[in-house]
């Protein structure tokens, strides 16, 4: 069973930054993408950032793209979201989670992924 585990969540004034960690048990983590979603009160799930498996490449959501940085460590089974420049649009439940397939390419679909973490809360204030 696998279990990812989000932190670094919290109320930010707009222009700040945080970074958002997520780490997941089990000894496959390298070989699957990984991807950041989130959800505003009473939206859908929306699609973030994701990685490839090995790190070699990365994607971004339109909306976050040049403030947002994905990053991994396979030593470490870590995935990180360094969010700069942050709005308060920005604000929602961020989720981490696991690609569905060994070794398949990231997804911008939350059916894509499997193991989702519970969810760390950032709020961004004007």
């Known amino acids: 069973q696998v279990q990812l585990v989000e932190s670094g969540g919290g109320l930010v004034q707009a222009g700040g930054s945080l970074r958002l960690s997520c780490a997941a048990s089990?000894?496959?983590?390298?070989?699957?993408?990984m991807g950041w979603f989130r959800q505003a009160p009473g939206k859908e799930r929306e699609f973030v950032a994701a990685?490839?498996?090995?790190?070699?490449?990365?994607y971004y959501a339109d909306s976050v793209k040049g403030r947002f940085t994905i990053s991994r460590d396979n030593a470490k089974n870590t995935v990180a979201l360094q969010m700069n420049i942050l709005k308060p649009g920005d604000t929602a439940v961020y989720y981490c989670?696991?690609?569905?397939?060994?070794?398949?390419?990231?997804?911008?679909?939350?059916?894509?992924?499997?193991?989702w973490g519970q969810g760390t809360q950032v709020t961004v204030s004007s």
């Open positions: 989670a696991r690609r569905r397939a060994v070794y398949a390419g990231p997804d911008v679909l939350a059916s894509g992924y499997d193991y």
């Open positions: 089990g000894r496959t983590f390298s070989s699957y993408a």
């Open positions: 990685i490839t498996w090995s790190g070699g490449s990365t």
